[in-house]
């Protein structure tokens, strides 16, 4: 079993910064993508970055410039600096990997339960 646990969330005025943590843990044999999405109520869910294990990155246009995601592989963990908040990135923050399990082949997609981002004066 593969769990995924997000933290770093919270309540931020405009234009500060918060820095997301997801960390995974279970009988993991490698990770591949590792990314972030976020959900505002009544919204999709959309990708905000994705990272891939050998280190290039894909962001999304409305927060390019702003945001950051790394990973630290042998923690398996990956990382979201987000600087220059808006209002409009209040939201839900997903992590999501796609994991192979020790002992399988076949990989598979792996959520966890969100972190709340609230930006507000």
């Known amino acids: 079993q593969v769990h995924l646990v997000e933290s770093g969330g919270g309540l931020v005025q405009p234009g500060g910064s918060l820095r997301l943590s997801c960390a995974a843990s279970g009988s993991i044999f490698s990770i591949n993508n590792m990314g972030w999405y976020r959900q505002a109520p009544g919204k999709q869910r959309e990708l905000v970055a994705v990272i891939i294990s050998g280190g290039s990155t894909n962001y999304a246009d409305f927060v390019q410039g702003r945001f950051t995601i790394s990973r630290d592989n042998a923690k398996n963990t990956v990382y979201l600096q987000m600087n220059s908040l808006k209002p409009e990135d209040t939201a839900a923050y997903y992590c999501?990997?796609?994991?192979?399990?020790?002992?399988?082949?076949?990989?598979?997609?792996?959520w966890g339960q969100g972190t709340q981002v609230t930006v507000s004066s």
């Open positions: 999501k990997a796609d994991v192979t399990v020790t002992g399988y082949r076949v990989a598979f997609v792996s």
